[in-house]
């Protein structure tokens, strides 16, 4: 089981969008609307952004939105604010043998 | 409320064994299961695995089946990770993670973390 796709880093002025990629196969992402974000600032655990591909939990900000294609997930960001630099990472469902994979982690820097 | 509350830091040497603890409050404990997620700088988060408190039944992500064992205790409503013989690259921070509610595919409760570093 391979860790999912992401680009190792993405950055953006306050107040621009950026987009993050995760990428799985027809296996984890392909196969299942099971598609969750999080968001980890330094020494804090994760937190939930985006669950089932394109929900947000309640408290989460509008500005996380997100979507998937085949085998590509995406999180977007809008308006970005300093508070949004963080790592990002993505997870999905992968089947009852070894259900969850994580993506390889994004980190948000906001110039 | 619920809380999910790790044990503190370990600093152990290789071939050392150890268990690290999640202790569960604020729901019924046997109603969800308990996973438990390894993070390191190098590869980032990765599930470990997770357990049905209500009859112990496990699922191994295949990287870490055989190295680790997961267990609980419902009578302390704790869940536990354990090594019988740790290597320098079991060094790393271990999160213990509940999902929403029972059968939700994302997380939003997890513990503090518990740093393990293995070293000579």
């Known amino acids: 089981q391979s860790a999912l796709t992401q680009p190792a880093s993405v950055s953006g002025s306050p107040g621009q969008s950026i987009t993050i990629s995760c990428t799985g196969t027809s296996s984890d992402v392909g196969s299942y609307d099971l598609v969750s974000w999080y968001q980890q600032h330094p020494g804090k655990a994760p937190k939930v952004l985006i669950y089932?591909?394109?929900k947000r939990p309640s408290g989460v900000s509008n500005r996380f939105s997100a979507s998937k294609f085949g085998n590509t997930a995406s999180l977007a960001i809008s308006g970005l604010q300093a508070e949004d630099e963080a790592h990002y990472y993505c997870c999905s469902y992968a089947g009852r043998n070894s259900p969850y994979v994580f993506g390889t982690g994004t980190k948000v820097s906001v110039l | 409320e619920v809380q999910l509350v790790q044990s503190g830091a370990e600093v152990k040497k290789p071939g050392e064994s150890l268990r690290i603890s999640c202790t569960n409050s604020g729901y019924s404990f046997t109603s969800s299961w308990i996973s438990w997620v390894r993070q390191t700088p190098a590869k980032g988060l990765e599930w470990m695995g997770r357990?049905?408190?209500?009859?112990?039944?496990?699922n191994y992500n295949p990287s870490f089946r055989g190295h680790v064992t997961i267990s609980v205790d419902k009578s302390t409503s704790t869940a536990y990770l354990q090594w019988s013989s740790l290597t320098a690259s079991d060094s790393a921070m271990y999160y213990c993670?509940?999902?929403?509610?029972?059968?939700?595919?994302?997380?939003?409760?997890w513990g503090q973390g518990t740093l393990v570093i293995v070293s000579s």
């Open positions: 993670a509940r999902p929403h509610v029972s059968g939700s595919s994302w997380y939003d409760y």
């Open positions: 357990i049905d408190p209500s009859d112990s039944y496990t």
């Open positions: 089932e591909v394109t």
